[in-house]
């Protein structure tokens, strides 16, 4: 098993998702030119970085609807702004999340831009989601991680991503346990419908001791991160960043506040 580099002994990782504007080919209403977004990444990205924070990935959130299967411009924008990132900040642990469905091209880009990991939100069992019915690709992933020589870019894997429904819902813990043992995933990822559902999520896998690292996806606060982290490794966070929150148009356009991110760090320092 491959133990993700973001993760240190002792102390809490905080990843930082980083959701890019809508992109030409999107042909979204609020499409912004390749450089924009370019600008946009390294914006945020420098926010993030000089407040502290140690990983962050990138995502093709703004980019809706959402495909049923990856395009080809999708993989071309994140290899371009991820490779920007990289050379920009070349100590940042980076990672590459798709809003489509896949296992190859995450892992594909990530190698191309020198990322250390990827987030793949339908790794096992079967999802209903806004894009149709998605299966795990858990072999594929796997399987061409290696072909590619890829072993050391960790796969961060979603149990009962939120944004859908799964199918045969198997019990918490053995969906986890099928994820690590079966499938062979690096870290977990869980996220509930509230901050205490993800708390009771997180807790119950943890306590079943499946030797991987797990992560809060959703809902931190620098006012609840303190809690999570009593459960939890770390956490994924990008709407405490903001100074508008929900999830609308505005929301997910509206660029990260320096303040705002110094704040959450502070409060993970204290834990």
Not at 54 to 69: N, V
């Amino acid at each position: 098993m491959n133990t993700p580099a973001l993760f240190t002994k002792g102390r809490p990782t905080i990843i930082a998702a980083l959701h890019l504007p809508p992109s030409p080919a999107s042909r979204h209403p609020s499409a912004q030119p390749i450089g924009k977004i370019i600008d946009y990444t390294l914006r945020n990205v420098d926010k993030a970085v000089r407040a502290g924070v140690p990983a962050l990935y990138i995502q093709d959130l703004g980019d809706m609807p959402i495909a049923p299967q990856v395009q080809p411009h999708t993989v071309a924008l994140l290899s371009v702004v991820g490779a920007k990132v990289r050379a920009d900040f070349p100590d940042l642990v980076l990672g590459v999340c798709m809003m489509s469905h896949a296992a190859r091209e995450p892992l594909a880009v990530a190698q191309a831009i020198g990322a250390q990991f990827v987030r793949i939100k339908v790794f096992t069992g079967v999802m209903v989601k806004s894009e149709g019915l998605l299966q795990g690709c858990a072999y594929e992933a796997i399987q061409y991680r290696a072909q590619i020589g890829a072993e050391d870019v960790a796969i961060l894997a979603d149990v009962y991503d939120h944004t859908g429904e799964p199918l045969g819902r198997l019990p918490l813990v053995e969906a986890a346990r099928s994820a690590v043992v079966h499938n062979r995933a690096d870290g977990l990822i869980l996220t509930g419908f509230s901050f205490d559902e993800s708390l009771k999520m997180l807790a119950e896998v943890h306590d079943a001791d499946l030797g991987v690292p797990l992560l809060l996806g959703g809902g931190a606060k620098a006012e609840n991160i303190v809690a999570a982290l009593k459960v939890a490794d770390g956490a994924i966070v990008s709407s405490s960043f903001k100074p508008i929150s929900g999830w609308t148009q505005e929301s997910i356009l509206t660029e990260w506040d320096s303040e705002r991110i110094v704040q959450f760090m502070q409060a993970v320092k204290r834990e």
